[in-house]
């Protein structure tokens, strides 16, 4: 009896430490709220993403990855260019991404519908206002698929490519922003969503940079 009694004691404490060591590998509360917000530099923000071991749990909150169902294919970087309608030189405030007209423009993250409008230099567009201070604009699209205030999941289709507004042909224009300031979207074209394999999509990555 003395045996058993021990045996079933072994066992109430390995079944009560079990629980708990699976909770302590698993986030108790939204820390990315006060961890990564307040960023606005572009590499602290991936130092944040990528060094943390639960961020499959975050992801599909931020504006990451490519907003179409296709290999990753840029028309034209952030920073300043030669405007090739206006043809001087401007700071170029997203990517353009190549895609012809009617191709799928897909959200890159959870998000609510801020805004949905046309402006000459942005065409049809419409804005998405996610988790973290991030948001994401796409423009010059030919249709739009989603209305103000709406909730909008991570790969949901929100409308069409088109060449509306001041352009030169069909392309997405696709800007992101953090705390109200706008950000280079390049470094978060290539984030990997598959669950336990969060990472770069180097091959992509590799490729486009070398467009730089």
Known sequence: MKKVAFIIFLLTINFSVFPQSIS?????????????????EVNDMLRHIYSDPFKENFMKAIPAGYPMKKEVNINSFYGFRNHPV?????????????????????????????????KVDLGNYLKINHCYGF?????????????????????????????TGTVTGPHLHYTLKKNNQYIDPFDFLFMDFEKNHVGLNSAGFDSAKSMK
Do not use: C
């Open 24 to 40: 302590n590998n698993l986030p108790e509360e939204d820390y990315w709220e006060t961890q990564l917000t307040p960023l606005v």
């Open 86 to 118: 206006h043809k001087v030189s401007l700071f170029h405030r997203g990517i353009d991404l190549k895609g012809a007209t009617g191709e799928e423009a897909i959200a890159t993250g959870d998000g609510d519908v801020i805004d949905v409008g046309f």
């Open 135 to 163: 948001e994401s604009i796409y423009g010059h699209l030919n249709t739009v698929s989603v209305k103000k205030g709406q909730h909008v999941k991570r790969m949901q289709v929100i409308g069409e490519v088109g060449a």
